[in-house]
């Protein structure tokens, strides 16, 4: 089966990218990363594509009129590209509804919260300040909603006494990096899949690490 062809959307230090470039090299996966793309020049994720040998491309969403024309370009690109699964890996712009739609089902994302809790910004500090016991991240297919899209798999880590905001997100992003290349891996198999809005797992619930 020829591997699934996955385009990265990435904003900032891409330790997620190196998660999936990393388990692609020592698991057989059914993915290849075919390129990056960033709307932040100064990303390093950058670097990480050039020691990688992954061709990037920088797409600054200020270089347009509106996030029209930003995802516009996002989307030719992808499409130049033969991209079969966009991966957001801390790209930190909004889609909208018409982007989104054009790649439903092909589109996934982390996000660091046991959503349904947490969804948007600031997730490690609401966790604290609600005295969860636990907090985590989770992969899942994205809509047209912030953070809303069907649940593919999530991480849970516990909140221990005096957490703070840098404590509890390196504990979570090393969670991140476990549980979002078996995501990626298993939507690019076919084990899960997106109908009606909802994800449809073959081999049985949704994957946690
Ligand atoms: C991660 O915590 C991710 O969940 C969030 O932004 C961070 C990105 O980290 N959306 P990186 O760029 O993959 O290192």
């Known amino acids: 089966m020829n591997k ?4 990265i959307l990435a904003s900032g230090s891409g330790s997620n990218m190196q998660a999936i470039i990393d388990y692609a090299k020592t698991n057989i996966v059914n993915y290849k990363i075919i390129g990056l793309i960033v709307n932040n020049p100064d ?8 020691i990688e040998n992954i061709q990037y491309f920088i797409i600054n969403h200020r270089d347009f009129e ?13 499409i130049d590209l033969n991209c079969e699964i966009i991966v957001c890996a801390g790209f930190m712009r909004i889609l909208q509804a018409e982007f989104v739609e054009k790649w ?10 046991l959503l349904p809790k ?21 992969v899942h297919f994205v809509n047209s909603g912030v953070d809303e899209g069907a649940i593919i798999g999530q991480a849970s880590v516990k909140i221990d006494n005096g957490e703070t905001v840098d404590s509890l997100a390196s504990k979570i992003l090393i969670k991140e990096h476990i549980l979002f290349p078996k995501c990626i891996d298993a939507v690019a ?4 899949i997106l109908k009606n809005g909802k994800a449809i797992f073959k081999n049985g619930s949704i994957i946690s690490v």
Do not use: W
């Not at 969804?119 to 991240?137: P, S, V, Y």
């Open 66 to 78: 509106n996030r029209q024309d930003f995802e516009n370009k996002i989307h030719s690109q992808l």
């Open 118 to 138: 947490y969804k948007g910004l600031h997730t490690h500090q609401r966790a604290i300040d609600a005295n969860d016991e636990f907090a985590g991240c989770t």
């Open 43 to 50: 990303a390093f994720a950058i670097e990480r594509a050039k």
């Open 4 to 7: 699934k062809r996955i385009v």
């Open 189 to 192: 198999n076919n084990e899960i």
């Open 104 to 113: 439903e089902g092909r589109i996934l994302n982390i996000h660091p919260s």
